[in-house]
T-cell receptor, first 114, second 113 residues
Framework: GAGVSQTPSNKVTEKGKYVELRCDPI?????LYWYRQSLGQGPEFLIY????????DSGLPNDRFFAVRPEGSVSTLKIQRTERGDSAVYLC????????????FGPGTRLTVL | AQSVTQLGSHVSVSEGALVLLRCNYS??????LFWYVQYPNQGLQLLLK??????LVKGINGFEAEFKKSETSFHLTKPSAHMSDAAEYFC???????????FGKGTKLSVIP
């Protein structure tokens, strides 16, 4: 079956611009997670959704970052007034909503802020 | 709070040799522990996970890991390295009522012919 998909695969933008990153999870997975992976580091948690609501957004670095999942499926991560430090690979994962469930990761979106 | 420490950012082994990648965790409650592998230009793939059943966990591609509570460790092993094992490996923990994963910084495995 189809895995987690993310679009675009690459995004280059200029400092100060607004970007949206999209994640399409595995059908039937009610939990959806966003992580950010900087060069040479492991993924860092940003936010996760159970259904339509953000269950934990404690990893969002500041109020320039926002994510939505209006219909409980596709999610969009939105970054306002991008900064060079936002450059990273943004990973999306989905899973069944149970502790210890395997998270299935998408290929990521590589964001470069010039 | 939970955390993961992976000792050795880069490990090199000869083809056919034992692979040992180290992971230590901290968690205030019994954790769920995971090993993921990331091949170049690919997404993260689950190798194996520990969820409080057997302490020795077998995964894909001949990998296994042993949960040792007394040592707070979850080291990944494979008896005989193959060239195709060259990749980056991440240990992760989920605990304390949270669903998200906390990852280590990763260990890049190189396999020498």
């Amino acid at each position: 079956g189809a895995g987690v998909s993310q679009t675009p695969s690459n995004k280059v933008t200029e400092k100060g611009k607004y970007v949206e990153l999209r994640c399409d999870p595995i059908s039937g997975h009610t939990a959806l997670y966003w992580y950010r992976q900087s060069l040479g580091q492991g993924p860092e948690f940003l936010i996760y959704f159970q259904g339509t609501g953000a269950a934990d957004d404690s990893g969002l670095p500041n109020d320039r970052f926002f994510a939505v999942r209006p219909e409980g499926s596709v999610s969009t991560l939105k970054i306002q007034r991008t900064e060079r430090g936002d450059s990273a690979v943004y990973l999306c994962a989905s899973s069944l909503y149970q502790r210890g469930a395997e998270q299935f990761f998408g290929p990521g979106t590589r964001l470069t802020v010039l | 709070a939970q955390s993961v420490t992976q000792l050795g950012s880069h490990v090199s082994v000869s083809e056919g040799a034992l692979v040992l990648l180290r992971c230590n965790y901290s968690s205030s409650v019994p954790p769920y522990l995971f090993w993921y592998v990331q091949y170049p230009n690919q997404g993260l793939q689950l190798l194996l996970k520990y969820t409080s059943a057997a302490t020795l966990v077998k995964g894909i591609n001949g990998f296994e890991a042993e949960f040792k509570k007394s040592e707070t460790s979850f080291h990944l092993t494979k008896p005989s390295a193959h060239m195709s094992d060259a990749a980056e490996y991440f240990c992760a923990v989920s605990g304390a009522g949270s669903y998200q994963l906390t990852f280590g910084k990763g260990t890049k495995l190189s396999v020498i012919p």
